[in-house]
């Protein structure tokens, strides 16, 4: 039952930065662990990082050492933190709440596109 919208997608340089943003609304935010996704045409959509209510993170082997996942429990809010941006970065990318399992959660952002120039 947990609405997402995110925003803060755009067009970087590589090695520039960008900041995304996924605001929930509709259920209890902070006991809700939380997850980014993305998803380039023709593949399949692959973790980027999750994070629990205590704040544990945890990220792809892609992203590791670049990105960071926060959140801001009073906000409703889970950011990601996007530096040293590289094309193979480019995609949609998707918030997701309330882990099931795996891949599959409760609900889903409507996602925001990531381009990122050479």
């Known amino acids: 039952q947990v609405q997402l919208v995110e925003s803060g997608g755009g067009l970087v340089q590589a090695g520039g930065s960008l900041r995304l943003s996924c605001t929930a609304s509709g259920s209890i935010f902070s006991s809700k662990v939380m997850g980014w996704y993305r998803q380039a045409p023709g593949k399949q959509r692959d973790l980027v990082a999750t994070i629990t209510s205590a704040g544990s993170a945890n990220y792809g082997d892609s992203v590791k050492g670049r990105f960071t996942i926060s959140r801001d429990n009073a906000k409703n809010t889970v950011h990601l933190q996007m530096n040293s941006l590289k094309p193979e970065d480019t995609a949609v990318y998707y918030c997701?709440?309330?882990?099931?399992?795996?891949?599959?959660?409760?609900?889903w952002g409507q996602g925001t596109q990531v381009t990122v120039s050479s």
């Open positions: 997701a709440a309330d882990r099931i399992r795996g891949s599959i959660w409760a609900s």
